[in-house]
């Protein structure tokens, strides 16, 4: 493993920060941060998992490095999309599905389990969808309700190199570079198709497939025009243009928004403090405002 020095110190201090000033740590913020300490001493780099567990009771394990899956940060603060899951959760009935799209190892599922009739767990790295399988065996989650499934998402039907970088590492992703080392050839089909082959109708989509959000959601439209989806949530990255699926997701009749750092829904899109959007039908869209 090499070490960089700067990047290391850049990643404390962010950490740090978030353990000692965000307000939903308060009355845990020496626990987490002896948490930070101890995963980073004596578990990450020796081998050791640690379990974490949710509002709802259901667990993932954290693996040690090379694994580098989102769940880790999960050890140190309770604000993990914190106000993005209590507000989906705010719209979830207990007959609602969910299309987790780069679910890495399914926590954001596991998280708002309790409060889903099921789910599709989709991932194109190896290790995470296999992650992804034990998790949802851990939990003891129905196997017909709860799915995963190992393939990428974006806006066409056909071959693409996905990036292997250990484990279920969040940064492999779709590539242009077909020699890219210890990358794999995979299937990558549109969410349109794969409502098809699953039969499963979502009424949630979640969305974060490292660069692929955009295609992914131009690959949806027969999926968002048939009344079924009440939310979709995805990741948009600062240097893309957003006026394009502003201007897609009003062709179809949708609305966007988006969230700041306290949770507040914002209606001006542009003035977005993080990466997650949302967008509604826009009948939803007036309820929700």
């Known amino acids: 493993m090499k070490f960089h020095p700067i990047g290391q110190l850049i990643y404390n201090k962010r950490n740090l920060q978030q353990i000692f000033c965000d307000s939903l740590n308060e009355g845990k913020r020496w626990s987490f941060f002896m948490n930070y300490i101890k995963w980073h001493l004596f578990y990450k780099f020796r081998n050791k998992s640690w379990t974490i567990y949710f509002s709802n009771g259901l667990k993932s394990i954290v693996q040690p490095y090379p694994d580098h899956d989102a769940g880790e940060v999960n050890i140190w603060t309770n604000n993990v999309d914190y106000y993005e899951l209590t507000f989906i959760k705010s ?3 207990g007959d609602d599905v969910i299309f987790d799209l780069g679910c890495n190892v399914g926590n954001r599922t596991l998280a708002l389990a309790h409060k889903l009739k099921g789910a599709i767990l989709v991932d194109a790295g190896l290790a995470a969808y296999q992650r992804t399988k034990d998790h949802l065996e851990l939990n003891r989650l129905d196997p017909q309700r709860f799915q995963a499934y190992n393939i990428a998402i974006g806006d066409t039907n056909r071959q693409v190199t996905f990036t292997n970088y250990g484990g279920a590492d969040t940064r492999n992703q779709v590539s242009d570079d077909i020699e890219a080392e210890n990358s794999y050839s995979i299937e990558m089909i549109t969410i349109d198709e794969l409502v098809q082959r699953t039969e499963v109708h979502p009424s949630i989509i979640k969305i974060d497939i490292e660069g692929q959000d955009i295609p992914a959601l131009y690959g949806a439209r027969k999926t968002l025009t048939k009344g079924n989806v009440k939310l979709v949530m995805f990741e948009h990255v600062r240097n893309e243009p957003l006026q394009p699926i ?17 949770g507040k829904l914002i209606k001006d899109v542009n003035k977005q403090t993080g990466f997650n959007l949302f967008s509604v039908p826009e009948s939803r869209y007036h309820s929700i405002f």
Do not use: C, N, P
């Not at 201007?247 to 966007?256: H, L, R, S, V």
């Open 246 to 262: 502003v201007d897609y997701f009003a062709e179809i009749g949708w609305k966007m928004f988006a969230m700041d750092k306290s």
């Open 91 to 93: 719209l979830l009935d």
